[in-house]
């Protein structure tokens, strides 16, 4: 294999010269999958039913299917969670250092949460799915998620009266707030927060209450596996 050296400074920070053998990614990432399948086996089975019964519900030609795989993606994220929430029980009080693994996770949290959207609006706006009795308010919830990440807008803005709207982030009581105007240039980021359990989420606003509400991809990844329990 390849080597190659690495030094420099980045953001006041030095970085000694390291050693560095050059890797496949491929095998790497296929560990990673492997070693979070191996953790949650009985989740992956779990996975299967979930999509089976979505494709069902969809009355689609099978075509939902094919976002089955993103499952591989919240059993990495779990891995990734469950480690973060332990560095985090474990760091040292004030320590705030910003790890790869953290960027990762922002970014692999941030493709499941956009991927299994697209996956349940295909069937909660069937007709099936339009008469379930939890599918459409979970779908919302994603919804309310999914649309600031992907358009940098607040879900459902143009319902907001006058156009415009005082918006405070849940969960920060010292928040600024920020006004925002729909149907305007003006984005909108959610802060981000993290749970107990290393999970990431978001202070949001909630067009349909007109309160702000703050929603973590771990309890949408557990609500949608117990959507279809009886």
Do not use: C
């Not at 649309?147 to 982030?169: F, H, N, Q, S, T």
């Not at 305007?184 to 349909?208: C, M, Q």
């Amino acid at each position: 294999m390849n080597t190659f050296r690495i030094a420099g400074q980045e953001q006041g920070v030095v970085l000694s010269y390291w050693d560095v053998q050059a890797m496949a990614v491929s095998p790497l990432l296929t560990s990673a999958a492997m070693e979070a399948l191996r953790r949650y086996a009985d989740l992956r089975l779990k996975w299967r039913e979930v999509y089976t019964v979505l494709v069902r519900v969809s009355q689609t030609g099978g075509g939902l299917v094919r976002y089955q795989p993103d499952h591989l993606i919240d059993l990495i994220v779990r891995a990734m969670e469950d480690e973060l929430a332990a560095r985090l029980r474990s760091a040292v009080e004030g320590d705030r250092h910003i790890h790869l693994e953290d960027t990762l996770q922002h970014l692999l949290t941030r493709y499941w949460i956009i991927g299994t959207h697209d996956a349940l609006r295909i069937a909660a706006r069937s007709p099936a799915g339009k008469v379930h009795p939890k599918l459409p308010s979970l779908y919302e919830r994603f919804r309310l998620v999914r649309v600031p990440l992907a358009k940098l807008k607040i879900a459902g803005d143009d319902a907001l009266r006058e156009g415009g709207v005082l918006v405070v982030p849940a969960g920060q009581d010292d928040a600024r707030t920020e006004i925002y105007r729909a149907r305007s240039n003006d984005e909108y980021h959610p802060p981000t927060a993290i749970d107990e359990r290393g999970s990431i989420g978001w202070h949001l606003f909630d067009v349909k209450t007109m309160l702000p509400v703050t929603i973590y991809r771990r309890h949408l990844s557990d609500e949608l596996l117990a959507l279809f329990d009886e």
